[in-house]
């Protein structure tokens, strides 16, 4: 059993470039070292890269706001089913749950979002979104295709891989759109020990990866507060109870909870980013409506933050005779921080390393910005980077979000060869680390 898989490896690696030398029943360092490199070499090969260039151009072409994509999914799943990877499917509405490997445990996830955003590309190109007001600007479409391309490697690999590869196609992460916490109560990941995901940055060269141990990205919420008074005429004002003045002047309170409240080591954000009311110069609203969001790296810090974005808010409408009510969105959930696993840090630079050179592997700082993916490695231990695409000899590309935003395709073969080496190399050697308790045992093939 043990040498007929050995035989299979050595044929799967001579496939993909190179002949390993086993001296024992266990790969050696350099065998494993092998592994990433010949991933990335068949990522590579034009048969593989050009068809992913082809799958992101389409989904570039067509997309599709949180949980209406319902033709990405259909795209994912054709693409399965021509690879003979079975799948379930509805997941979280339109999400895609793929099995490659033995069908037993253990498990080990790998996750690409799929949601688009609600704004118009501008950028002139011959694949530019065809539908007005939604575009991939945030390279989702990439990473939907850089996991069908892991998928590939994997199917092509599967009789070698010593457990089950979960591939989440997940809905929804744009706008706290909590398409992960859906695919969570789904019971996605269940008897998964492990979870790895990234983002592609127009900040990091293509070729590199960035990443920290730790904490990487914030936890945030979202806020609305509606602020009410009595309207009148703008000549007259002491007929009237103003809640453009008051909310102006919560809005300059909240301020005061970072500048002042919070500790300066413990890094927070409270913006108020709308802030609409009133509709003629001479008139003085009934209401105005002010909202924005709060960013913090622990949820105590967040859930402190958000009892004094009420307080503040409420307060200060008192202040000025007015009353408030200030809401939460239940379809705007609270994101947790990002944290990154320290062992599977300690994974990912030997995988990553062996793949791009050590030279390659950059530290970055946390981030403000937050990422649904948080909600996985509250639950399972998980691991988040971010795959370069920065191209130095071309014009800096614009940053995610932006209308002008674009994807260095060169990037597509490291993302979906990293993605397939980190859970390969992950059941070679760390799964005894992250074994389930007994009896915890599910058949998914
Ligand atoms: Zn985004
Ligand atoms: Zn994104």
New binding site residues.
Partial sequence: MVFSKWVSLIFIVHLFGTMPTLSSSFLTAKELADIPVNFLSYAKRPELADWMVGIRRKIHENPELGYEEFETSQLIRNELDKMGIPYKYPVAVTGVVGYIGTGSPPFVAIRA?MDALAMQESVEWEHKSKVPGKMHA???DA?VTMLLGAAKILQEYRDNLQGTVVLLFQPA??GGGGGAAKMIEAGVLENVVAIFGF?ISHEVPVGSVASRPGLIRAGSGFFEAVISGKGGHAAIPQHTIDPVLAASNAIVSLQHLISREADPLDSQVVTVTTFNGGGAFNVIPDSVTIGGTLRAFSKETLMQLKQRIEEVITGQAAVHRCSASVDFPLDKPFYPPTVNNGDLHEHYLKVAGDMLGVHNLKVIKPLMGS?DFSLFTEIVPGYYFFLGMKNETREPLAS?HSPYFTVNEDALPYGAALHASLVTRYLLELQPKFQLAEGKVRDEL
């Fill in positions: 979002d945030c390279g989702h990473h992460e744009e983002h990422e995610n």
